[in-house]
């Protein structure tokens, strides 16, 4: 099975790599790329680690084929903060405590992203149905709902 | 996971001229929401998977005075972001909107939900009481099934090896008719189906009567049950709670679940029961707009 060669934009920069086919998107951005900053957990589409935004749509990096990558534009969490600062999302988080162990955050904050950006002002039952396929092991589901209204907040303002 | 090739046909011709040479080794990749998690536990493995989505006939859709023709690869969240289709196709919303969360509908599509062939599969009973046909090409050219014809075993449909899935074809919706769909799981979203239905009925134009209905149930056989039956004797019934009652009961002897880890028989009928009436309830509901 021979290897693809594929041409993406990541986070804005144009990257190529060489796929194998069965590799996933979450592998080719973890192995191929070191942007190791989209985490593994099930790897079956359920706990949203993995979530990254694929062509302008919020997806599991582990249910996308790499070779599906070729002229589409991927976001993940390294694009999030500018040199200067966090995302607010980021800050959010960070004040509100909205992490424990830290593996399922960049997932929700990419989840986050794309909810903010769908519903600028979401009710707390838009936050938890936008992020339920997005797990805490930790069950630390309130401070990061909080964490979310809290950078609503702050992005209406600016 | 396994090694693989992979194709990206840009044409429905040429997708077909790739099936018709590989057969049961290629498979179809619409979302992968199904497909690359069974490769990757081995349930699947196939020598090339071919994408669907570089297939403009499968990206697309079209709703007009005939009702949707629906590309097979087309998203769920495509769906319900659209309020025209969300409009006419209330029961099919509901149906894309259950299937797993965010970031599944993105990508997860109602084609590939239905040559899954789950018995659970959320948009397969609401395309059977929408009376959708399902449109599939293959070397011989293209014929038209109805839905319920498409499932024929856990995990398996009608279609042959060397055939796809175009478009799912759904009616307008008629004068005075409404559908719902319903699935109970024990959570609030991101859960397989213990038991879910589907009802459509057509009212007469006083809304007294139901003039036809179809009651399609999920995740209490080895495929989604079309279950004639209890809808066809609603015809020329009044609309009232004691037809409701009737059209339950027989939906619910049709209803043939096993004891798993999600439920038990006597619990899965149960639920048939239930949701048939509220089903039906809400579909007259809507009917009467
Ligand atoms: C986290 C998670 C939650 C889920 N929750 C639900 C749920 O609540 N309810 C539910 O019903 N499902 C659920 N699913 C299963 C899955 O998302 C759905 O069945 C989905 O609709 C499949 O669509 P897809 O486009 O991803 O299909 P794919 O995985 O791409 O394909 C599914 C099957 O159909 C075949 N296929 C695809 N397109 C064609 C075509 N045009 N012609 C012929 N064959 C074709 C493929 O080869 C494959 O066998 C869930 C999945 C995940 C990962």
Known sequence: ?158 | MHSFDFATPTSVSDAVAILAKEGSNARLLAGGTDLLIGMRVGRATPGLVVDAKQIPELKQYKLDGNGLQLGSAVTCRTLYEDSAVVDAYPALIESAELIGGMQTQGRASIGGNLCNAAPSGDSIPTLIVLGAEAVVIGPNGQRNLAVEDVCVAPGKTSLADNELLLTINIPAPAANSGACFQRFIPRNEMDIAIASVASSVVLSGDGSTFESARIALGAVGPTPIFAQGAGDLLAGKPVNEASIQEAADAAEAVATPINDMRGTIEQRKHLINVLTKRTLREAVARAKG
Not at chain 1, 2 to 21: I, M, R
Not at chain 1, 28 to 39: A, P, S
Not at chain 1, 56 to 85: F, Q
Not at chain 1, 89 to 112: D, H, K, R, V, Y
């Open chain 1, 1 to 158: 099975m021979s290897k693809v060669h594929v041409t993406t934009t990541v986070n804005g920069d144009e990257v190529e790599f060489l796929a194998e086919p069965r590799q996933s998107l979450l592998e080719v951005l973890r192995d191929e790329l070191k942007l190791t900053g989209t985490k593994e957990g099930c790897n079956d589409g359920n706990c949203g680690a993995c979530s990254v935004v694929f062509d302008g749509t919020l997806v599991a990096s582990c249910c996308v084929l790499g070779v599906e990558a070729d002229g589409k534009k991927v976001e993940t969490v390294e694009g999030m903060a500018t040199p200067d600062a966090l995302h607010p999302l980021q800050q959010a988080f960070l004040e509100e405590t909205g992490m424990q162990c830290g593996i399922c955050t960049p997932g929700f904050l990419i989840s986050s992203k794309e909810l903010l950006k769908s519903k600028p002002n979401p009710s707390e039952e838009e936050i938890r149905f936008w992020l339920a396929n997005n797990l805490c092991r930790c069950t630390g589901y309130d401070k990061i709902v909080k964490a979310v209204q809290k950078a609503a907040a702050v992005m209406e303002e600016a």
